[in-house]
Each structure stands twice: as C-alpha cells, then as structure tokens.
C-alpha cells in the first residue's frame, strides 16, 4: 500500500517547532513534506532544515492598521509538484493563499487539516462571518488546546473532527552548574525569590503588568526578563532605577539554567510554550490565559494560578501566596506531573494521530457514499 503524502504549509519555520518537524519529517507512517517561508520577520530567523522535503516560499505581508495579510508566492506549482494526500495549513483567515489553497482542494483532490489556535471570546463581526465561511472549506482541524476546541465548536465544527494536540516544545535539561552560579552573580540574585518571564519582548505581550507587580513585591523579590524584541529598550528606561528586575535578553542555547534558577514563572499576557518549558522544570506558574493552553497547562491551588482578569495586585498577591503558604514544593512537583501528560512526544503523537483520523473519516465518507449510490 502506497504511503500517504502529507504536505504541511507554515508562514515561518521558528526554531521552537524545528524538533516537531524533524520527527514527522522522519515518520515511517506518512511521508511528511514541509513548505515555510522566508525571512521570518516573526521570530527573526530563517531556518532551514537539512532534509530534501523542506522547501522554501516567499512570503509577502501587508500591514494595515493592527490588520496583517499574508501572501505565498508560487505556492501552487509547489503543490503541483509535491502531489499531496493531505494539507495542512495554519486556519487563518487573512492569509490569502489560504483561501486560495481550498479552492485547490477540488483540482489537486487533497484533504485539507486547520492547524487552529483560535480562543478568542469574540472575533468581531466581520472575522466571525468570514471564520464560518472558511471553517466550512476544512476536512478536518488540528486543535492547540482545548480552549482552541472550544473555539471550533462554537463553529459548529463536528468534535469528530477535531484532535487536541496540546502544542508542545522540545527542551533541554542539561543544566550547567557553572553557568548556573554565574547568572546568579551577575544579576545579584543570592537569597532573592526569583520570578522569571521567557518571550518575546512586545507592546501586547503585558510584560508591564508583571514589572509593576515586582515593584509591590519589594526587594526580596527579583525577576529576570529573558527574551527580545521591539518593546526592550523601552521597557528598560521605564524601569531602570528598579534594581531587582533585571533583563537578560534571548537566551537560546542555554535557556533551560534560567528556568532552574528561577522559583516561579510568569505569564502576564499572551504566550504559550513557555508555560510548557515551566512545566518541564518544575515550576510553579502564575499565568494569564495566555494563548488559551494554560486552561490545561495551569490548574488553580495545584501547580500554580491561572488569573483570568490580570492585574499587576492580582499577579504579586498570587505569588506572594505560593511563598507564604509554602506551595513552591507541592507546585513544582504537580508541574512535573503535568509536564508528563502534556510532553513533548505526545504532541508528536497526536499530530500523527489527528492525520490518521482525518484520512480515517475520509474512508468513512466514500464507503458511506458508495453504499448510498448502490440499488
């Protein structure tokens, strides 16, 4: 029986989903094809992976107002090419290749799978009546998390449908006592509680409302800022005569000794996997809904608290409570259990998993089909 081609398409290739395709791309169940593009202006890189089924797009971006629309240039003859079984896409709607890619459903004869992250509570009227139109064009849907489901639901979209994947990362545990001693004394850390944040460093990202919370916490309190971006320079001349928030910047290669150092994580705003790096650590959290994951990666009074309504009092009096009613221990070892359900490997299994399902309903289709059209 001849192996099902399965093409996945992505606006970039950032270097946290790189150990996710790798794997499938290594599959020996489905013959796994991968398209991102170029110049990823998202996470400021352009990786590309050593492997013959990774191909190159262009991609071009148009910014109107907080509104981005996202074109694939000579995307078709690629498809052509590769011939695929199945396709799957990030279900955005203002992606105009996308919509371009279910009108070649029909003419290519391939199932198409939304990659969805959607959570939002309300979409806003236009968005919402272009999502029911555009949902209706997928075969199947490849969820982030439940919330994401949910989202899907709302849709009308059938649960048999869906398959929650629980995005996921691969992480590093080599930890490095050396290097761990020397961030340590670099940043004055000795006998502080020490809260950590790794992301990006954006505007929407709310990192305010965590720094203004520190501030309240006081001096045995230190919080370490690991990431980049846009947002930076202005955060630290806001906070710059704050001694106890100190901003590290991107840390890729050895990120895993701030999560050791650290005694709890927080998420102010939007975000997602580093909740699920916290987990592997051992961390308690403290997290907004984030990307909507942390509905199933944060459980209130067991690993940490999910604060719904952030605010920088409802963020310091949430990790005040972990270190006076001495939680951190009871925290940090429900996280490890979590990180167990939600792992790495298990994400690659579900996406596995979620295709089958989709190629599974398929079959059910046409027999069901074929039994309709018989006398």
Same mark, same amino acid.
């Given at each position: 029986?001849?192996?099902?081609?399965?093409?996945?398409?992505?606006?970039?290739?950032?270097?946290?989903?790189?150990? =996710?395709?790798?794997?499938?791309?290594?599959?020996?169940?489905?013959?796994?094809?991968?398209?991102?593009?170029?110049?990823? *202006?998202?996470?400021?890189?352009?990786?590309?992976?050593?492997?013959?089924?990774?191909?190159?797009?262009?991609?071009?971006?148009?910014?109107?107002?907080?509104?981005?629309?996202?074109?694939?240039?000579?995307?078709?003859?690629?498809?052509?090419?590769?011939?695929?079984?199945?396709?799957?896409?990030?279900?955005?709607?203002?992606?105009?290749?996308?919509?371009?890619?279910?009108?070649?459903?029909?003419?290519?004869?391939?199932?198409?799978?939304?990659?969805?992250?959607?959570?939002?509570?309300?979409?806003?009227?236009?968005?919402?009546?272009?999502?029911?139109?555009?949902?209706?064009?997928?075969?199947?849907?490849?969820?982030?998390?439940?919330?994401?489901?949910?989202? =899907?639901?709302?849709?009308?979209?059938?649960?048999?449908?869906?398959?929650?994947?629980?995005? *996921?990362?691969?992480?590093?545990?080599?930890?490095?006592?050396?290097?761990?001693?020397?961030?340590?004394?670099?940043?004055?850390? &000795?006998?502080?509680?020490?809260?950590?944040?790794?992301?990006?460093?954006? &505007?929407?990202?709310?990192?305010?409302?965590?720094?203004?919370?520190?501030?309240?916490?006081?001096?045995?309190?230190?919080?370490?800022?690991?990431?980049?971006?846009?947002?930076?320079?202005?955060?630290?001349?806001?906070?710059?005569?704050?001694?106890?928030?100190?901003?590290?910047?991107?840390?890729?290669?050895?990120?895993?000794?701030?999560?050791?150092?650290?005694?709890?994580?927080?998420?102010?705003?939007?975000?997602?996997?580093? =909740?699920?790096?916290?987990?592997?650590?051992?961390?308690?959290?403290?997290? *907004?809904?984030?990307?909507?994951?942390?509905?199933?990666?944060?459980?209130?009074?067991?690993?940490?608290?999910?604060?719904?309504?952030?605010?920088?009092?409802?963020?310091?009096?949430?990790?005040?409570?972990?270190?006076?009613?001495?939680?951190?221990?009871?925290?940090?070892?429900?996280?490890?259990?979590?990180?167990?359900?939600?792992?790495?490997?298990?994400?690659?299994?579900?996406?596995?998993?979620?295709?089958?399902?989709?190629?599974?309903?398929?079959?059910?289709?046409?027999?069901?089909?074929?039994?309709?059209?018989?006398?």
């Amino acid at each position: 029986m001849e192996i099902k081609k399965i093409l996945i398409i992505q606006r970039q290739l950032p270097f946290y989903r790189v150990p =996710l395709f790798e794997n499938l791309l290594k599959s020996k169940k489905y013959d796994f094809y991968l398209i991102t593009g170029k110049n990823d *202006s998202v996470s400021g890189s352009d990786v590309e992976l050593k492997n013959p089924k990774h191909f190159k797009m262009i991609n071009k971006k148009t910014k109107i107002k907080n509104f981005e629309i996202w074109k694939h240039i000579n995307l078709e003859e690629k498809i052509r090419k590769i011939r695929p079984d199945v396709v799957i896409i990030e279900a955005m709607v203002s992606n105009i290749s996308n919509w371009k890619i279910t009108r070649l459903k029909k003419k290519f004869n391939f199932k198409l799978i939304g990659w969805v992250c959607g959570y939002q509570n309300y979409t806003g009227k236009i968005k919402d009546l272009l999502l029911r139109k555009f949902f209706k064009k997928f075969d199947y849907f490849l969820a982030y998390h439940t919330a994401a489901k949910k989202f =899907l639901t709302h849709y009308r979209i059938s649960e048999n449908k869906i398959t929650i994947l629980h995005n *996921s990362t691969k992480t590093n545990f080599n930890y490095n006592k050396k290097e761990i001693n020397k961030i340590k004394n670099k940043y004055s850390l &000795k006998n502080k509680k020490i809260v950590l944040y790794v992301g990006r460093i954006i &505007k929407s990202k709310k990192i305010e409302i965590l720094l203004e919370a520190i501030k309240k916490l006081g001096d045995n309190y230190a919080c370490l800022i690991v990431g980049k971006g846009d947002y930076l320079p202005c955060l630290k001349e806001k906070y710059k005569d704050i001694k106890n928030i100190k901003f590290v910047g991107e840390v890729i290669q050895s990120k895993e000794n701030y999560f050791k150092i650290a005694d709890v994580f927080a998420l102010p705003g939007p975000g997602g996997l580093a =909740l699920n790096e916290a987990l592997y650590h051992g961390l308690p959290i403290v997290s *907004s809904l984030a990307d909507g994951c942390a509905e199933d990666l944060v459980i209130n009074d067991y690993n940490g608290f999910l604060i719904r309504k952030m605010s920088s009092s409802g963020l310091a009096d949430k990790i005040k409570y972990i270190f006076n009613k001495n939680k951190k221990v009871l925290y940090a070892k429900n996280s490890l259990k979590l990180g167990k359900k939600f792992s790495f490997e298990n994400f690659v299994k579900n996406f596995i998993r979620g295709v089958s399902k989709c190629l599974e309903n398929s079959k059910n289709e046409k027999n069901i089909n074929y039994c309709r059209g018989t006398p």
